[in-house]
C-alpha cells in the first residue's frame, strides 16, 4: 500500500490550495483517514479526520478554513484549506487506515508529506 499526497505550493496569505492523498495497491477497505502537519521546528500535529461514516474532527486552528473529505471510490483523501495564513506553513502529511485482502486489522499507513508555505 502506498499513499501519495501531492496539492501543496506557495500561496499568498488568504489564499486556498487542495491536497489529495491517492491511497493505491491491494486494498481491501479503508477506516479512517486524517491529515497532520509539522511546522519547522515544531512536533507533528493533528490538522483534521475524517471516519468512515464521513465524522469529521478539526483542530480548533483550522476549523471553518479547512474541510477533509474522501471519495471511497477513488481511495483518496482531501483537504480543502481556504483563508491560508503563514502560521499554516508546513510540511502536510496524510494518514489512512487499510486493511488489505486475507486480514483482520488495519494497519496505518502514512504519505511522503507534501509542502504547503504561506507568505507574501
Known amino acids: 500500500v502506498q499513499l501519495q499526497a501531492s496539492g501543496g505550493g506557495l500561496v499568498q496569505p488568504g489564499g486556498s490550495l487542495r491536497l489529495s492523498c491517492a491511497a493505491s495497491?491491494?486494498?481491501?477497505?479503508?477506516?479512517?483517514m486524517g491529515w497532520y502537519r509539522q511546522a519547522p521546528g515544531k512536533q507533528r500535529e493533528l490538522v483534521a479526520t475524517?471516519?468512515?461514516?464521513?465524522?469529521?474532527n478539526y483542530a480548533d486552528s483550522v476549523k471553518g478554513r479547512f474541510t477533509i473529505s474522501r471519495d471511497n471510490a477513488k481511495k483518496t483523501l482531501y483537504l480543502q484549506m481556504n483563508s491560508l495564513k503563514p502560521e499554516d506553513t508546513a510540511v502536510y502529511y496524510c494518514?489512512?487506515?487499510?486493511?488489505?485482502?486475507?486480514?483482520?486489522?488495519?494497519?496505518?499507513?502514512w504519505g511522503q508529506g507534501t509542502e504547503v508555505t504561506v507568505s507574501s
Open positions: 475524517i471516519s468512515a461514516d464521513g465524522s469529521t
Open positions: 494518514r489512512q487506515e487499510v486493511r488489505i485482502p486475507h486480514m483482520t486489522e488495519f494497519s496505518q499507513y
Open positions: 495497491g491491494m486494498i481491501f477497505s479503508i477506516k479512517n
